[in-house]
């Protein structure tokens, strides 16, 4: 009997299949979401400082709750930290459009979005290897990379022509009920809950001084664990890289395109969409034939050929050749999100893996503010082709360095074997 195709077996899996299409529906209504934020500000006559505003508060909640929303997905019980949270943003998105015309009143109601935001990451990567087997976790990151990639391909384009026809106020209703329906789907699915770890109650000590003591423990523990475990220090190091490097580009790629091509926006929605294009098959191929490859070994070759084509990216000249580079660049870094994610969730028990991915959230974001603020300055001085050679130099040799330690560990494992034998 022919063995089913990866893709097949992990989307038969009833929890996985609801799991993965409420992920769709919700992240297909936070596109809409986007658009109608943006028309929003622009009807309010606000100016683009605004939007870099709105940027920050999207971030910063990831930097100061991203290892605190680890502590409590481990300390409650993920299926339901993941229902209430859909819940509580379809809620709050919903009260925008009934919200006085105040730029402000927004902004608060958005920053608590993004707070339950990583509530809900946290407990969604940690859930995934309670819902497949270990076998099928890296077709199954492979099918959430794809989704996510896809409803932003779409999803822009798409929530981008309902705003306008028929108004902002649509975009954040159809948002706020795409989070019910995943909320809905997410009740349905079951999800094998981890036993939990030890947490101060009120018969072992009621002051808050003790709470608080334990409290810190718990967030140390998620650093603790990145730092002595060298495989998720490898995945969590890798994807702080690359993160590093798409801060870089977030700011250059509009000043390349502006000031190289002479181009416009709308070109630049064409770049993102041909990004996210090769970000789609990159991640199919990883769940197709990644299982071929050992997991850091499949990562390093990633970013090889990521620096390889990012210096072929400073020499071109022409919108299309530079085109077809961004899209090769989207398939050759997709290994690096998925593969990095499926080395934590295979790497790290499952009492203490919210704390892990609270903990990388807030790691690789952190990365990517502050080579996306340090840029600007750098790009003005250096000139884009100059900060492209630069990213690529750093990619190839991260694949180096990283090949050569790879060597040492297996001759010294090896080693290790001669002698007990």
């Not at 022919?2 to 899996?13: A, S, T, Y």
């Not at 490097?245 to 929605?269: D, E, I, K, M």
């Not at 884009?384 to 050569?404: D, M, N, P, R, T």
Request: charged share 15%; net charge positive; glycine share 8%.
């Amino acid at each position: 009997m022919k063995k089913q195709d990866g893709f097949i077996q992990v989307l038969k899996n009833r929890n996985f299949s609801l799991f993965w299409s409420g992920q769709i529906v919700s992240q297909f209504g936070d596109q809409l979401n986007q658009m109608a934020l943006v028309a929003l500000i622009y009807m309010i006559g606000a100016s683009g400082v605004e939007f870099s505003k709105l940027m920050i508060l999207g971030i910063v909640p990831t930097l100061f709750f991203g290892p605190v929303s680890g502590v409590f997905v481990d300390r409650w019980k993920r299926k339901k930290v993941m229902v209430n949270s859909d819940i509580l943003r379809g809620v709050l998105v919903l009260s925008i459009p009934f919200l006085k015309r105040s730029i402000l009143s927004v902004y608060a109601v958005m920053f608590l979005v993004f707070i339950i935001n990583k509530f809900f990451l946290s407990a969604r990567s940690a859930s995934i290897p309670n819902i497949v087997n270990r076998e099928h976790l890296l077709v199954a990151n492979s099918l959430s990379t794809s989704a996510y990639t896809l409803t932003i391909v779409l999803g822009s384009g798409i929530g981008g022509i309902i705003v306008s026809l028929t108004g902002w106020k649509t975009g954040f209703y159809i948002d706020s009920i795409t989070y019910f329906i995943s909320a809905l789907l997410l009740s349905l699915v079951t999800v094998r809950e981890p036993s939990k770890v030890d947490t101060p109650t009120a018969k072992d000590d009621m002051s808050i001084k003790s709470s608080i003591s334990h409290f810190k423990n718990d967030i140390k523990v998620g650093f603790k664990e990145i730092t002595q475990n060298e495989s998720v220090l490898f995945a969590v190091l890798a994807l702080s890289m690359i993160m590093s490097v798409a801060g870089v580009s977030f700011v250059l790629y509009p000043v390349l395109v502006r000031n190289t091509f002479r181009l416009g926006t709308g070109s630049l929605g064409i770049l993102i969409s041909i990004l996210g294009g090769g970000l789609l098959l990159g991640s199919s191929a990883v769940g197709k034939f990644g299982h071929k490859l050992a997991r850091e070994k499949l990562i390093l070759l990633s970013f090889l050929f990521t620096g390889i084509i990012i210096l072929m990216l400073s020499r071109s000249s022409a919108f299309l050749y530079f085109l077809s580079g961004t899209f090769l660049l989207g398939i050759s870094v997709a290994p690096i999100f998925i593969v990095t994610e499926t080395i934590l969730q295979e790497n790290v028990i499952d009492a203490v893996r919210g704390k892990v991915f609270g903990t990388k959230v807030a790691i690789v974001n952190a990365a990517f503010l502050f080579f996306g603020i340090i840029s600007g300055a750098i790009i003005d001085f250096t000139g884009e082709k100059s900060v492209f050679v630069v990213l690529g130099v750093i990619c190839i040799l991260f694949a180096i360095a990283g090949e050569i330690l790879l060597y040492r560990k297996t001759q010294e494992n090896l080693k290790a074997i001669e002698k007990s034998e």
